[in-house]
């Protein structure tokens, strides 16, 4: 599966964006997919996933209301609406598919393809 994220942008805090992932060369329903992020110095953390089927999302604790998964199988695309950005928003986002346990979405382990990364900084 290749994937490319896309979406990134300079954006003022309180700002939306919303970043979309294409798959390609591969069955994109037989994934999970999850978005991670990464900030400079940082370890690269989980932000949000989403199951094959395309229920059952679940966020890491500082995004929940904030930010919305969501794909579209029939596009192989998934997207990250990202709605109230804050500063500490400000990483390089990337999408990332895993056809393991989606028990076990939160950990870059269950990922078997990464995407490029695109770059969100948000102002203050």
């Known amino acids: 599966v290749q994937l490319q994220a896309s979406g990134g942008g300079l954006v003022q805090a309180g700002d939306s964006l919303r970043l979309s992932c294409a798959a390609s060369?591969?069955?994109?329903?037989?994934?999970?997919m999850g978005w991670f992020r990464q900030a400079p110095g940082k370890e690269r953390e989980f932000v949000a996933a989403i199951r094959r089927t395309g229920g059952y999302a679940y966020y890491s604790h500082p995004v929940r209301g904030r930010f919305t998964i969501s794909r579209d199988n029939a596009k192989n695309t998934v997207y990250l609406q990202m709605n109230t950005l804050r500063p500490e928003d400000t990483a390089v986002y990337y999408c990332?598919?895993?056809?393991?346990?989606?028990?076990?979405?939160?950990?870059?382990?269950?990922?078997?393809?990464w995407g490029q990364g695109t770059l969100v900084t948000v102002s203050s």
């Open positions: 060369e591969g069955t994109f329903s037989n994934y999970n």
């Open positions: 990332a598919a895993g056809s393991g346990n989606y028990g076990s979405s939160a950990r870059r382990e269950s990922y078997n393809y």
